[in-house]
């Protein structure tokens, strides 16, 4: 069975060294195809926090495929927030701030949902939304369909409703045509799964929110500890499991597992 790991809002300038050292050992054992790293990689987007963030998915031996959060745009350089936005993003990680990741399991297409004139909420263009569903058009027939934002596109009460990705609403519709199964992402640093089929009528398949933690950061919400996802696919199963860090052990733990019901029967199948 082949096996992603999607971490998100690590905020390097605030990580538990214990957990991300746990994380470490969670990712040799799991021998993951790909970490997705779904934003906020960074507090303050200086360039020691990158080089940490850098340092430490090395240490988790797998393929990263990493997009910027709000905190990963320098928020009190002006200057740099202005005219190079992301340039420690892509120092650290790369030039491409929407990769893409195809193999016979896998199809995961990043989206770069931050705006240098936005605090932290976050937006998708209708470039970007036809950009995405046209990539998820060639998809093969055997592999999951992944797209990876930093704001959510679904939440589970009206207290994060202001955090929802700006045009979600849009795009999920869009990406549902086109073949998507999954939206992934992070940002509010809640984990969970929501069926977007049942959020949102008229969807052309069944297509799920899949919603990362925080995955070392001590910025903790009150019910929720560090966290990550690990999305299984083989055997004609898919599934999502999501770990948390448990503190008496100082190890991640699997506490919950969300069978994935997908329509293989839908536009671009």
């Not at 390097?12 to 054992?29: K, M, N």
């Not at 046209?134 to 596109?153: D, S, Y």
């Not at 869009?174 to 089929?197: K, Q, R, S, T």
């Not at 770990?243 to 994935?260: G, I």
Request: net charge positive; aromatic share 6%.
């Amino acid at each position: 069975m082949s096996v992603l790991l999607q971490i998100s809002d690590t905020h390097f300038g605030t990580e538990r060294a214990p957990v991300a050292d746990a994380l470490a050992l969670l990712s040799a054992q799991l021998a993951p195809e790909l970490v997705v790293l779904s934003g906020d990689i960074t507090q303050r987007a200086t360039a020691g926090q990158f080089a940490a963030a850098r340092a430490f998915c090395q240490r988790l031996q797998a393929p990263v495929l990493a997009i910027p959060g709000n905190h990963d745009i320098p928020l009190l350089n002006l200057p740099a927030r202005l005219l190079w936005p992301y340039a420690r993003h892509c120092a650290a990680f790369g030039p491409d701030l929407e990769p893409v990741h195809a193999t016979p399991d896998w199809l995961v297409v990043c989206v770069k949902t931050t705006r240098r004139w936005r605090h932290k909420h976050g937006q998708v263009s209708r470039e970007q939304i036809a950009r995405v569903a046209a990539r998820l058009r060639q998809a093969e027939p055997g592999q999951l369909r992944v797209v990876v934002v930093h704001q959510p596109v679904a939440v589970p009460t009206p207290r994060d409703a202001n955090d929802l990705l700006r045009a979600h609403e849009a795009a999920v519709h869009a990406w549902a045509a086109a073949g998507a199964d999954v939206v992934a992402g992070g940002h509010i640093h809640l984990p969970y799964v929501l069926p977007l089929h049942q959020v949102h009528a008229g969807l052309a398949r069944r297509m799920w929110c899949v919603q990362a933690g925080t995955a070392v950061s001590a910025r903790l919400r009150r019910e929720a500890n560090n966290s990550v996802n690990v999305l299984r696919r083989g055997g004609g199963v898919s599934q999502v499991e999501r770990w948390d860090f448990d503190e008496p052990s100082q190890r991640f733990t699997c506490v919950a597992r969300h069978a994935l019901d997908l329509d293989r029967g839908a536009p671009g199948v």
